[in-house]
């Protein structure tokens, strides 16, 4: 019931819902994140989000992880003439369109910062603490 859904998910606050975690999570993510406010400051973060979870947004992120998605599957459907164990191709699929949606065209494989393979490492670092 989807209308129940929602009033259990609005329900925020010190006498209501409170999300639960992993426990490295408070660790990983930082006291500051989302995810431990409650009150008002939940309330104005969530605010400043509301634009990330529009159609129009999330229609954008959708195109950008076609197009991810679709290379990797000519990649193995090139490479792979026999039957391959996927779990890593996933990953790095899926690593690619994380990178694509939440950073965009602002990530390069040259030597720096904002570098891919940098980005990649630290995504999976984040990954598993949470394991």
């Known amino acids: 019931?989807?209308?129940?859904?929602?009033?259990?998910?609005?329900?925020?606050?010190?006498?209501?819902?409170?999300?639960?975690?992993?426990?490295?999570?408070?660790?990983?993510?930082?006291?500051?994140?989302?995810?431990f406010q409650i009150g008002e400051t939940h309330k104005?973060?969530?605010?400043?989000?509301?634009?990330?979870?529009t159609r129009k947004a999330l229609s954008r992120y959708l195109e950008s992880q076609e197009v991810v998605i679709r290379k990797h599957i000519n990649m193995w459907l090139e490479k792979e003439k026999e039957p391959f164990e996927i779990r890593y191709h996933i990953r790095a699929m899926n690593l690619e369109t994380s990178q694509s949606v939440f950073v965009g065209?602002?990530?390069?494989?040259?030597?720096?910062?904002?570098?891919r393979t940098a980005f990649g490492e630290n995504y999976i670092a984040l990954t598993n603490g949470f394991m």
Request: aromatic fraction near 8%.
């Open 1 to 35: 019931n989807s209308a129940l859904v929602r009033r259990a998910l609005m329900n925020v606050g010190s006498d209501g819902f409170m999300f639960v975690l992993h426990p490295n999570g408070r660790k990983i993510l930082g006291p500051e994140t989302i995810t």
């Open 44 to 53: 104005l973060m969530r605010k400043s989000f509301v634009t990330l979870f």
């Open 105 to 115: 065209p602002y990530l390069s494989d040259a030597p720096g910062i904002l570098n």
